[in-house]
Structures are given as structure tokens and as C-alpha cells.
């Protein structure tokens, strides 16, 4: 139950001939993305030479009723997202797919991910002229490809042109009239798949799930720094020249990604079960009980329980009618919140010594109310595990923690943290142990846990970026 928010999932189809039914597609594809983004969603289709945009503040199935369904026509391209912002406010104008219409024609695109030189980008095409509807980093990367589109002969190119400007993490899904492109950074911060329906249509989505809810048979992921392009002609690849790292982001299969999605080949099932066995033997101790908090430290505590041979129990009941649109207006009711959400189950911790297993703690307010219930519900003693590192530095690569601000690890130790959130012990996942939690083990992106980043962070990608501006660009933007 993290504080930790990601920015968002998409997902991209292509029919090779005919019109179809695609926005009924996309639309079950958001629904089993719904977790990565709960802000807002939108669906664009390709109807015959013209793209239509439905998006708004909202769930997916609130935005999306029968009515406006009904606005989307049959087609041969869709495009879906469903988003929580890390850059930009929360309203309708910053709500993806963005859809930009020029001499070239129509364009949509979805970005999963964060630009680290995006405020440098925006700055660079608003002195070129370039006039800005929404505060997102994405509307950056929509005009990039509209202006190489003009220089290179399809879509493909101008998206492989554009990954040369950007710098960051980004998995993309560009809808063209007549073309779909799927592409991923060089680092693979952010997962992107293939799919193929059982009658015809390539499909590309943030995660197996999101395939899975619409038939749609897996076949590969998005290689890092490969664009992936699915025309009439049929589907090609190209790779971005940039040798670098691989470098996903380790909390996807800490907690972003569903439980039943598997990511460059490794379940995210499995790799949290692996996360709680070696909590079991980084951080043993006597306890009768074994629970998760609901819901990204289930596996987990399933992991330890298994490990460490301490059965393992249902600690809580989640309210399902709760979403993060809850309004708490007083401190008070804010304070509550967690009570709202969930409630120990009295029958499993009373009297017992008890093993709290959970992802990470963020801000740290959420575990000590979570520690409080199953004080309230009779605990003799809670042990405290997460099934990550301390969470000590920004994410700049698409996460709302971009300050150590609000970090709890940043400012206190680790038996500090104990004493706060009011456990009787405290133990973190090691970070040599991150590498191990795929089956397939790999690189990843752990710069929140020890600060060292794959990308430079934006101050610095903006200072670089800033010495290649032309001369009297620099003048004009010097600080």
C-alpha cells in the first residue's frame, strides 16, 4: 500500500485490413491498466484518414460509458492511456492521447515515462514557435515527431529521428492515419510488449495483462531502444543507434506492475515471492503470523511465509469502494484514511506476534496508521519488513517522488523510522538482492534506493543540453 504513484499505461492497435471494433479493445486494455494511472484516460481512433480523440478526468469506466464509446467510430488504429501525472496538472488538457493535426496529418501519441530534459526541449521549441496547450512533458515529444516527420519519409523514421532530441525515460505508442509505432527508451525504464490477436491485429501494450483482457496472444517485448512499426505493409523494426545499459525501473516488479504480468520475460508474481524469501533470510525473527498489506505486499509476505515456515494469515480487509479520489477535508479524517481503507482482521492478530510485510514505505505516515490497526486489533508484537530498500532519493524517470522531501529514509535512519511508524523491528530488503527478484535476473534502474542514476538527473541534463543551444538562444535563456 505505497505512497509511490507511476505515471501511466498504454497500449496501441493495428488491424491490417477492414474496419474494426478497436475502441472496444482499447477500452478493456485500460481497464486492466487501470492501475498504473487512475487521473485520467482517452482513447483515439483512426477512422479513414481522420483521428478521433475521447479523453477526460476520470476512471475508465467513468469516463467511458456506453454514450462515449459511441462517439468512437470503427477503425483500423487505436490508441489508448490512462494516466497519473508526474509533470503537469491534473485536468482534461493534460490527459493523453495527445493529437496534433497538421500538413502531414493527424498524429496521437501515449508516453509512459518522464523526460529529463524536458523543460530545456519546451523552452528550445517555444522560442522556435512552438505554442504549448498542456503543462505535460509528453507534448514536448508529440511536436518533436511532428517536425521530423517533415524531414524523414514515415512515421517510423520520425519517431527513431526524435529519440536522438530525448532524454529520459519514455515508452511510446504514435498513431499515425495509416501506421502504428511502438517505441522504448535506450535505458527500457518503462516496459512495453507485443501482442497478436487471433484475427490479425498487432497489439502493444505497458503489460501482458493489459493483452491477456483482450485475447490477445503475447510475443515479445519492446527491445530497449527499438521503435516497432505496424503498417498495411506489415511490421518492421528499427533500433536507435545508442549503446546503453539496460536499465527498467526495479519498482516495476516491486509494486507498479500487476501481479500476473510477466516483464522482459521474468513473472512479476514470482519476483515478489523471491522478495520475500530473502527477507526471511536477511530478517528473521520469532513471530506467529505472517500478512501482507493489501495489496502490493501480499505476494511478498506469501515469500516469507514460505521461507521462514511462520504461517501465513489474511491481516486485513480492503475497502474496494474506495478509490484515491477519497476527499478527506480535515486533518483529522485525514489522519483516519487508512481506517477507511482497510481493517485488521482481529481473528488472525490477536495475541500473536506478527510479521507486517509491505513494499516500501514513502512518507512513512501510511505504515505507522497500518502498525496502528494491528495494535487496535490486539498485536503483541508487529515486525515490520519491505520488500524494497530505503526509499532515500528522487525518481526522476516517471514517479511523483522527484524531491527528498518527503522521503522518510532521507532525513531518518533506519531505527528512527522504526521508533515512528511504532514497530518492534524493521528490516529492508538489501539492494544486492534487487538484481536476484527477476527469474531472469538483468540491470535495473535502483537510483532511489542509492541515488546513482542511469541518466543524469534534469539539472544536470539540462546544463548539458543548455551549452548546445545556438548562441543567442543561450543569451536569451541564460539564468
Known amino acids: 500500500m505505497s505512497d509511490l504513484h507511476e505515471e501511466c499505461g498504454v497500449f496501441g492497435l493495428f488491424y491490417p485490413g477492414g474496419r474494426h471494433a478497436v475502441a472496444g479493445h482499447a477500452y478493456h486494455a485500460l481497464y486492466a491498466l487501470q492501475h498504473r494511472g ?6 483515439a481512433v483512426a477512422d479513414g484518414g481522420t483521428i478521433v480523440c475521447h479523453k477526460d478526468v476520470g476512471l475508465v469506466g467513468d469516463v467511458f460509458t456506453h454514450e462515449a464509446l ?36 493527424g498524429l ?25 496547450h498542456t503543462t505535460s512533458d509528453s507534448e514536448a515529444i508529440a511536436y518533436i515527431v511532428t517536425q521530423q516527420r517533415l524531414a524523414h519519409s514515415d512515421l517510423a523514421q520520425a519517431v527513431l529521428a526524435t529519440m536522438g532530441h530525448i532524454q529520459g525515460a519514455y515508452s511510446l505508442v504514435v498513431m499515425g492515419q495509416n501506421m502504428l509505432v511502438a517505441a522504448r527508451d535506450p535505458h527500457g525504464f518503462r516496459p512495453l510488449c507485443m501482442g497478436a490477436l487471433p484475427d490479425g491485429g498487432t497489439v502493444f501494450a505497458s503489460e501482458s495483462c493489459a493483452l491477456e483482457a483482450i485475447g490477445a496472444a503475447f510475443v515479445r517485448d519492446v527491445l530497449p531502444g527499438e521503435v516497432v512499426a505496424v503498417s498495411a505493409a506489415g511490421v518492421t523494426s528499427l533500433q536507435h543507434p545508442a549503446r546503453c545499459s539496460p536499465a527498467m525501473c526495479i519498482f516495476e516488479f516491486i509494486y507498479f506492475a500487476r501481479p500476473d504480468s510477466v516483464i522482459d520475460g521474468s513473472a512479476v508474481h514470482t519476483a515478489r515471492l523471491r522478495a520475500g524469501a530473502f527477507l526471511a ?33 489474511v491481516g486485513f480487509i480492503k475497502n474496494r469502494y474506495v478509490g484515491r479520489t477519497f476527499i478527506q477535508p480535515s486533518q483529522s479524517e485525514r489522519q483516519n484514511a487508512v481506517r477507511i481503507k482497510l481493517n485488521a482482521i482481529r481473528a488472525t492478530v490477536a495475541g500473536k506476534r506478527v510479521v507486517l510485510v509491505d513494499d516500501s514505505i514513502v512518507r512513512g505516515t501510511t505504515s505507522a496508521r497500518i502498525v496502528s490497526l494491528l495494535r487496535e486489533a490486539g498485536a503483541a508484537e508487529v515486525h515490520m519488513r519491505l520488500s524494497s530498500p530505503p526509499f532515500r532519493h528522487p525518481c526522476y524517470f516517471g514517479t511523483d517522488i522527484d524531491s527528498e522531501d518527503a522521503l ?32 531472469r535476473g538483468g540491470s535495473f534502474c535502483t537510483g532511489c534506493f542509492t541515488g546513482d542514476y542511469p541518466v543524469p538527473p534534469p539539472a544536470l541534463a539540462a546544463k548539458n543540453q543548455f551549452e548546445t543551444l545556438h548562441p543567442k538562444q543561450a543569451e536569451e535563456v541564460a539564468p
Request: net charge negative; glycine share 12%.
Open 38 to 43: 487512475q487521473e485520467s484516460c482517452g482513447i
Open 281 to 313: 533470510l536477511e530478517h528473521p525473527v520469532q513471530a506467529d503470523v505472517v500478512v501482507g498489506v493489501p495489496d502490493s505486499g501480499i505476494d511478498a509476505a506469501i515469500g516469507y511465509a514460505r521461507q521462514s515456515g511462520i504461517p501465513y494469515g
Open 108 to 132: 496521437a501519441l501515449c508516453h509512459n515515462g518522464n523526460l529529463v530534459n524536458a523543460n530545456t526541449l519546451r523552452m528550445q521549441l517555444e522560442l522556435g514557435g512552438a505554442i504549448f
Open 408 to 439: 522518510i529514509a532521507a532525513h531518518h535512519s533506519v531505527e528512527e523510522i522504526r521508533t515512528l511508524i511504532g514497530a518492534d523491528s524493521i528490516g529492508y530488503l538489501p539492494v544486492d538482492c534487487l538484481h536476484k527478484l527477476p527469474e
Open 70 to 105: 459511441a462517439t468512437l467510430p470503427c477503425g483500423q488504429i487505436a490508441a489508448g492511456h490512462c494516466r497519473y501525472g508526474t509533470t503537469g496538472a491534473q485536468n482534461r488538457e493534460n490527459a493523453q492521447p495527445l493529437v496534433i493535426n497538421n500538413l502531414q496529418g
